[in-house]
């Protein structure tokens, strides 16, 4: 457990084995249809600096700044990484974005995971491979409280839950550092809508 105000983190930095880590890590880098998307930021059409795949249950439909994607059906090798994260989280999920962070240019930045197709309070767990990055926290209405930084290394999990994505922020910073890419996997749960 990380002690956060309004949040609820939970770190295992050895969630898988680094053999296993680092056999993951070769089969998505390859076997994974990467894309890199555009998204609507003021008003104009900007790639995002790292790539993406996302996969899920059949009516898990990934929407943000404009951009709906249908979910790529699950592959053996991510239930199986999905089995392991619910099992030390204790949650279950539907879904998982995957991002690839090339190099140091590439981030992630400012926002919460905060759409309201996850619910209230959504439970997202985050799971590294390949290169340790930075990742940072910060709350979003008191600016006494200290942000909050966690160095994410290959198989290593965090769990955001409670107040994390309603309160906070999180980001991915860019790194001058030369550096090695890293794979990121957030499992997340969609709520059913009506249909
Ligand atoms: O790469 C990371 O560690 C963070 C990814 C993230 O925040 C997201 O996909 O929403
Ligand atoms: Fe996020």
């Known amino acids: ?17 680094p053999t296993d880590s680092e056999q993951c890590f070769n089969d998505l880098i390859a076997s994974t249809p990467w894309r890199q998307d555009k998204i609507q930021l003021f008003g104009r059409r900007i790639a995002i600096p790292r790539l993406q795949a996302w996969y899920g249950d059949t009516h898990c439909h990934y929407s943000y700044s404009g951009l709906n994607l249908a979910p790529l059906p699950w592959t053996p090798q ?30 992630n930045g400012w926002h919460s995971d905060d759409e309201p197709e996850l ?26 409280i200290k942000g909050i930084t966690i160095n994410l290394n290959s198989g290593s999990l965090l769990v955001m839950s409670g107040h994390s994505q309603s309160h906070w922020q999180h980001c991915l910073p860019k790194t001058a550092r030369q550096i090695e890419p890293r794979i990121n996997l957030t499992f997340r749960n969609i709520l059913h809508g009506p249909n």
Not at 1 to 17: C, K, R, V, Y
Not at 84 to 105: D, M, P
Not at 120 to 144: C, D, M, W
């Open 1 to 17: 457990m990380i002690p956060a105000q309004d949040a609820q983190l939970q770190f295992w930095s050895e969630a898988l084995t």
């Open 78 to 107: 991510l239930l199986q990484l999905k089995t392991r994260v619910e099992q030390l989280s204790q949650h279950t999920f539907n879904c998982v974005l995957l991002n690839l962070y090339r190099n140091g240019s590439d981030s």
């Open 119 to 144: 619910g209230e309070q959504p439970v997202i767990a985050s799971l590294s491979l390949g290169e340790t990055r930075r990742f940072k926290l910060r709350h979003k209405y008191n600016k006494a």
